[in-house]
Protein backbone atom coordinates (compact mmCIF):
# COMPACT_ATOMS: atom_id res chain seq x y z
CA UNK A 1 0.00 0.00 0.00
CA UNK A 2 3.14 2.22 -0.16
CA UNK A 3 2.82 5.36 -2.03
CA UNK A 4 6.13 6.46 -1.53
CA UNK A 5 8.45 4.75 -4.31
CA UNK A 6 12.01 3.87 -3.51
CA UNK A 7 15.02 2.20 -5.87
CA UNK A 8 14.70 -1.47 -4.44
CA UNK A 9 18.50 -1.18 -4.11
CA UNK A 10 21.55 1.29 -3.94
CA UNK A 11 25.33 0.16 -3.64
CA UNK A 12 28.48 1.78 -3.02
CA UNK A 13 32.42 1.12 -2.12
CA UNK A 14 33.89 2.47 1.25
CA UNK A 15 34.06 6.33 1.38
CA UNK A 16 31.70 6.64 -1.54
CA UNK A 17 28.72 8.83 -1.55
CA UNK A 18 24.81 7.19 -2.34
CA UNK A 19 21.24 8.98 -2.36
CA UNK A 20 18.13 7.29 -2.14
CA UNK A 21 15.47 9.12 -3.70
CA UNK A 22 11.61 9.20 -2.58
CA UNK A 23 9.02 9.98 -4.66
CA UNK A 24 5.39 11.11 -3.63
CA UNK A 25 2.18 12.78 -5.26
CA UNK A 26 0.48 15.98 -4.24
CA UNK A 27 -1.21 14.62 -1.55
CA UNK A 28 1.64 13.82 0.67
CA UNK A 29 5.27 14.96 -0.10
CA UNK A 30 4.03 17.65 -2.46
CA UNK A 31 1.17 18.88 -0.27
CA UNK A 32 4.29 20.14 1.77
CA UNK A 33 4.35 17.66 4.42
CA UNK A 34 7.57 17.06 6.35
CA UNK A 35 9.69 13.25 5.21
CA UNK A 36 11.10 11.38 8.00
CA UNK A 37 14.05 9.03 7.02
CA UNK A 38 14.77 5.45 9.25
CA UNK A 39 17.37 3.03 9.37
CA UNK A 40 16.61 -0.43 10.01
CA UNK A 41 19.99 -2.94 10.84
CA UNK A 42 18.92 -6.60 9.65
CA UNK A 43 16.44 -8.36 12.56
CA UNK A 44 16.14 -4.91 14.62
CA UNK A 45 13.71 -2.13 14.53
CA UNK A 46 14.30 0.57 13.01
CA UNK A 47 15.31 3.94 13.65
CA UNK A 48 14.67 7.50 13.25
CA UNK A 49 17.23 8.55 10.93
CA UNK A 50 16.47 12.36 9.51
CA UNK A 51 12.80 14.28 10.78
CA UNK A 52 11.27 17.39 9.57
CA UNK A 53 13.15 16.70 6.26
CA UNK A 54 16.77 17.59 7.33
CA UNK A 55 17.46 17.04 11.12
CA UNK A 56 19.10 14.69 12.52
CA UNK A 57 18.34 13.54 15.80
CA UNK A 58 21.22 13.49 18.32
CA UNK A 59 23.59 10.98 18.05
CA UNK A 60 23.35 10.21 14.23
CA UNK A 61 26.30 11.07 12.44
CA UNK A 62 26.50 14.17 10.25
CA UNK A 63 27.46 11.68 6.83
CA UNK A 64 23.34 11.27 6.72
CA UNK A 65 21.57 14.14 5.54
CA UNK A 66 18.17 14.79 4.00
CA UNK A 67 16.83 17.32 1.57
CA UNK A 68 13.46 17.83 -0.07
CA UNK A 69 11.90 19.17 -3.18
CA UNK A 70 8.65 19.39 -5.12
CA UNK A 71 7.27 15.83 -4.59
CA UNK A 72 10.51 14.09 -3.58
CA UNK A 73 12.68 14.01 -1.02
CA UNK A 74 16.11 12.22 -1.00
CA UNK A 75 18.83 11.01 1.67
CA UNK A 76 22.35 11.19 0.86
CA UNK A 77 24.87 9.18 2.79
CA UNK A 78 28.50 10.32 2.67
CA UNK A 79 31.63 8.76 3.22
CA UNK A 80 30.03 5.32 3.24
CA UNK A 81 30.91 2.75 6.22
CA UNK A 82 30.44 -1.11 6.00
CA UNK A 83 28.17 -0.29 9.22
CA UNK A 84 25.77 1.87 7.15
CA UNK A 85 24.48 -1.46 5.25
CA UNK A 86 20.56 -1.29 6.13
CA UNK A 87 17.15 -0.95 4.93
CA UNK A 88 16.12 2.33 4.71
CA UNK A 89 12.68 3.74 4.22
CA UNK A 90 11.21 7.44 4.01
CA UNK A 91 8.10 8.46 5.50
CA UNK A 92 5.69 11.24 5.69
CA UNK A 93 1.94 12.27 6.01
CA UNK A 94 -1.00 11.58 3.57
CA UNK A 95 -3.93 13.48 2.88
CA UNK A 96 -6.10 11.01 1.13
CA UNK A 97 -5.10 8.52 3.96
CA UNK A 98 -5.19 11.22 6.92
CA UNK A 99 -2.11 9.35 8.17
CA UNK A 100 1.55 8.34 7.55
CA UNK A 101 2.72 6.30 4.72
CA UNK A 102 5.95 4.78 4.44
CA UNK A 103 8.22 4.45 1.39
CA UNK A 104 8.55 1.00 -0.38
CA UNK A 105 12.17 0.46 1.06
CA UNK A 106 15.79 0.69 -0.29
CA UNK A 107 18.62 -1.73 0.65
CA UNK A 108 21.84 -0.12 0.79
CA UNK A 109 24.86 -2.46 0.10
CA UNK A 110 28.83 -1.28 0.57
CA UNK A 111 30.92 -3.26 -2.09
CA UNK B 1 15.55 7.67 28.36
CA UNK B 2 11.93 6.70 26.56
CA UNK B 3 11.51 2.79 26.36
CA UNK B 4 9.44 0.89 25.03
CA UNK B 5 8.39 -2.88 25.98
CA UNK B 6 5.66 -4.92 24.04
CA UNK B 7 4.38 -8.06 24.00
CA UNK B 8 0.99 -9.89 22.99
CA UNK B 9 -0.10 -13.90 21.73
CA UNK B 10 2.37 -14.69 18.86
CA UNK B 11 1.22 -17.69 17.28
CA UNK B 12 -2.91 -17.38 16.04
CA UNK B 13 -5.29 -19.04 13.74
CA UNK B 14 -7.24 -17.73 11.07
CA UNK B 15 -10.35 -15.78 12.17
CA UNK B 16 -8.72 -15.31 15.90
CA UNK B 17 -8.18 -11.79 17.23
CA UNK B 18 -4.44 -10.50 17.46
CA UNK B 19 -4.17 -8.35 20.69
CA UNK B 20 -0.98 -6.84 21.61
CA UNK B 21 0.58 -4.17 24.04
CA UNK B 22 2.98 -1.72 24.64
CA UNK B 23 4.42 -0.44 27.58
CA UNK B 24 6.01 3.10 27.82
CA UNK B 25 8.85 3.38 30.34
CA UNK B 26 10.81 6.66 31.72
CA UNK B 27 9.01 9.31 30.37
CA UNK B 28 5.72 10.76 29.67
CA UNK B 29 2.66 9.30 28.12
CA UNK B 30 0.53 12.74 27.68
CA UNK B 31 1.57 15.40 25.05
CA UNK B 32 2.23 12.52 22.50
CA UNK B 33 0.37 10.23 20.31
CA UNK B 34 1.29 6.38 20.52
CA UNK B 35 1.79 4.80 16.98
CA UNK B 36 1.38 0.71 15.75
CA UNK B 37 3.38 -0.46 12.62
CA UNK B 38 3.56 -3.66 11.10
CA UNK B 39 5.88 -5.54 8.66
CA UNK B 40 5.17 -8.93 7.04
CA UNK B 41 8.10 -10.67 6.11
CA UNK B 42 10.42 -9.81 3.72
CA UNK B 43 8.48 -6.51 2.94
CA UNK B 44 8.50 -2.96 3.73
CA UNK B 45 6.79 -0.81 6.70
CA UNK B 46 2.95 -0.14 6.94
CA UNK B 47 1.42 2.42 9.02
CA UNK B 48 -1.69 0.38 11.21
CA UNK B 49 -2.97 3.45 13.76
CA UNK B 50 -2.37 5.19 16.81
CA UNK B 51 -4.26 6.92 19.96
CA UNK B 52 -2.99 9.50 22.35
CA UNK B 53 -3.27 9.67 25.43
CA UNK B 54 -7.06 11.26 25.50
CA UNK B 55 -7.99 8.49 23.15
CA UNK B 56 -8.08 10.34 20.02
CA UNK B 57 -7.29 7.88 17.14
CA UNK B 58 -6.34 7.52 13.54
CA UNK B 59 -6.44 4.52 11.97
CA UNK B 60 -5.03 3.24 8.21
CA UNK B 61 -8.29 3.01 5.87
CA UNK B 62 -6.77 -0.59 4.45
CA UNK B 63 -7.43 -1.74 7.98
CA UNK B 64 -10.39 0.41 10.07
CA UNK B 65 -12.91 -2.29 9.95
CA UNK B 66 -10.46 -4.57 11.47
CA UNK B 67 -8.54 -2.66 14.16
CA UNK B 68 -8.72 -1.03 17.30
CA UNK B 69 -6.13 0.71 19.37
CA UNK B 70 -6.51 1.68 22.96
CA UNK B 71 -5.39 3.62 25.97
CA UNK B 72 -4.33 3.38 29.38
CA UNK B 73 -3.02 6.34 30.88
CA UNK B 74 -2.97 4.42 34.59
CA UNK B 75 -0.57 2.30 33.36
CA UNK B 76 1.03 4.28 30.55
CA UNK B 77 0.43 1.89 28.33
CA UNK B 78 -1.85 1.22 24.73
CA UNK B 79 -2.78 -2.02 23.36
CA UNK B 80 -3.76 -2.99 19.31
CA UNK B 81 -6.55 -5.27 18.60
CA UNK B 82 -6.85 -6.32 14.96
CA UNK B 83 -9.94 -8.85 14.28
CA UNK B 84 -10.18 -11.90 11.66
CA UNK B 85 -6.53 -12.48 11.36
CA UNK B 86 -5.27 -14.49 7.99
CA UNK B 87 -2.24 -15.35 6.85
CA UNK B 88 -1.67 -12.14 5.31
CA UNK B 89 -1.58 -10.65 8.93
CA UNK B 90 1.45 -12.04 9.51
CA UNK B 91 4.14 -9.75 10.41
CA UNK B 92 6.81 -8.16 12.68
CA UNK B 93 4.14 -5.51 15.04
CA UNK B 94 6.28 -2.55 16.23
CA UNK B 95 4.91 0.20 18.38
CA UNK B 96 5.99 3.65 18.53
CA UNK B 97 6.06 7.02 19.74
CA UNK B 98 4.91 9.73 17.73
CA UNK B 99 6.27 12.78 17.99
CA UNK B 100 5.71 16.63 15.90
CA UNK B 101 4.65 19.87 16.06
CA UNK B 102 1.31 21.21 16.20
CA UNK B 103 -1.76 19.21 15.51
CA UNK B 104 -1.48 15.80 13.55
CA UNK B 105 -2.49 16.91 10.57
CA UNK B 106 0.55 19.15 9.93
CA UNK B 107 2.45 16.80 8.47
CA UNK B 108 5.60 17.36 10.63
CA UNK B 109 4.89 14.06 12.83
CA UNK B 110 7.16 11.12 13.09
CA UNK B 111 8.13 8.14 15.11
CA UNK B 112 11.11 8.77 17.09
CA UNK B 113 11.33 5.86 19.67
CA UNK B 114 10.62 2.29 18.38
CA UNK B 115 9.85 -1.26 20.55
CA UNK B 116 11.31 -4.10 19.55
CA UNK B 117 9.22 -5.74 17.62
CA UNK B 118 6.78 -8.29 18.13
CA UNK B 119 6.57 -11.47 15.43
CA UNK B 120 3.05 -12.49 15.16
CA UNK B 121 1.89 -15.37 12.91
CA UNK B 122 -1.21 -16.71 11.44
CA UNK B 123 -1.62 -20.32 10.73
CA UNK B 124 -4.19 -23.14 10.83
Known amino acids: QSVLTQPPSVSGAPGQRVTISCTGS?????????VHWYQQLPGTAPKLLIYGNSNRPSGVPDRFSGSKSGTSASLAISGLQAEDEADYYC???????????FGTGTKVTVL | QVQLQQWGAGLLKPSETLSLTCAVYGGSFSGYYWSWIRQPPGKGLEWIGEINHSGSTNYNPSLKSRVTISVDTSKNQFSLKLSSVTAADTAVYYC??????????????????WGKGTTVTVSS
Open chain 1, 91 to 101: QSYDSSLSGSV
Open chain 1, 26 to 34: SSNIGAGYD
Open chain 2, 96 to 113: ARLRGRGYYGSGSYHMDV
